[in-house]
């Protein structure tokens, strides 16, 4: 009934549990020793009024802060289904294991992806432990559902803190366009840089007449460095 756990379990750190989301939008937190389910709650919604559920495709990411030991973190989620907005929730473990309530909503981006598939692919930087170098990396379709077709795609930057807050686009300069959209692949952040791969231009002339298509390609995207004076 295509109702698999899409992106696979994670685990999450300092502690004995896991998580897995699916495609109805819902994400199960479990004890890892014996696969108990201790929540279960709903982490994407449908807010484009379609017909189609908020499937999960995309694994969450996690970020905890400070992340000394398991009676002294706070973890927070970030995940982001199709057809909604990037979602962020936080754990406080203790509390949980006390009857506290798990996981619970508190951030959304200010933008939801595009109608169609397949939402979101995020990652998680952070320079240490220095809380406000905490970012967000985002690639989805810029427009389109590329469920069956090649579109094209953007990268954004959040700042983990409060993800309604877009710090920087792959649009806001021309010579930082992604290309088209490789579904299912997620930023790598490594060393100051954010790589990402694409998909290769589509051919649009069914008789192969048009121009070649653009090649797949890794964009890699860093600061530039000062200029010396």
Known sequence: RDLDLSPGPVLLPNTNLLLACGKQ???YLMERSDMRLLQEFQASLNTVNSSSAPNIHGAPVFWCNPCNS????VL??????EQDYMRAFTLNPGDFRQGGQGFVSVNQSLMHVPPGMPGAMLTLSTNGDNAGSALIWASHP???NANNNTVEGIVRA??????????WN?????????????????????NGKVYVGTFADPVLDPNGLGPPPQK????????????RH
């Open 170 to 190: 792959s649009k806001q300069n021309p010579n930082d366009n992604l290309g088209m959209f490789a579904k299912f692949s997620p930023p790598v952040v490594a």
């Open 70 to 73: 398991e009676s002294n973190f």
């Open 216 to 227: 797949n390609k890794l964009v890699v995207y860093g600061l530039l460095p000062s200029p």
């Open 25 to 27: 939008g819902k994400c």
């Open 76 to 81: 927070s989620m970030f995940v982001w289904g």
């Open 142 to 144: 810029r427009s389109g």
């Open 158 to 167: 959040f700042a983990a803190a409060d993800i309604s807050k877009e710090l």
